[in-house]
C-alpha cells in the first residue's frame, strides 16, 4: 500500500512557476514509477510526466514538454514536478501517481493516486 499526499500548488501568474511535491509513504516507494496527470474543469484527466523507478527515464506530454521537469528523491520518498513558463491552460487539479510496472502516461497503468493540489494560472 502507497499513500501520496501533493503538495505546492497555488495561484501563479502566467509566465511564472512553480513546484508540487509528492510525499509517498511506504518503504517501497523506490520500486515504483512515478506519474503525474491533471484534470481542469469539465475535461478528462490527462497524463503530464512520467519518471522510472530509479529516475534514470522520464517521460513527458507535448504539451508541457520543455517546460515542465520530473524528478525524485527515493531516500525522501517525494517526487516532484517542477513547471515552469506556465500559461493559463495548464491550470488544473494534478494528481500524483504510483505504478508496480513500467514508467506509463496510461492512467489504468497506476495503482495508488494522490488527492491533488489545485494549480490556478492568472492571465
Known amino acids: 500500500q502507497v499513500q501520496l499526499v501533493e503538495s505546492g500548488g497555488g495561484l501563479v501568474q502566467a509566465g511564472g512557476s512553480l513546484r508540487l511535491s509528492c510525499a509517498a509513504s511506504?518503504?517501497?516507494?523506490?520500486?515504483?514509477?512515478m506519474g503525474w496527470f491533471r484534470q481542469a474543469p469539465g475535461k478528462e484527466r490527462e497524463f503530464v510526466a512520467a519518471?522510472?523507478?530509479?529516475?534514470?527515464?522520464?517521460y513527458y506530454a507535448d504539451s508541457v514538454k520543455g517546460r515542465f521537469t520530473v524528478s525524485r528523491d527515493n531516500a525522501k520518498n517525494t517526487v516532484y514536478l517542477q513547471m515552469n513558463s506556465l500559461k493559463p491552460e495548464d491550470r488544473a487539479a494534478y494528481y500524483c501517481?504510483?505504478?508496480?510496472?513500467?514508467?506509463?502516461?496510461?492512467?489504468?497503468?497506476?495503482?495508488?493516486w494522490g488527492q491533488g493540489t489545485q494549480v490556478t494560472v492568472s492571465s
Open positions: 501517481a504510483a505504478s508496480s510496472g513500467f514508467l506509463s502516461g496510461k492512467d489504468y497503468a497506476y495503482d495508488y
Open positions: 519518471i522510472s523507478w530509479s529516475g534514470g527515464s522520464t
Open positions: 511506504g518503504r517501497t516507494f523506490s520500486s515504483y514509477a
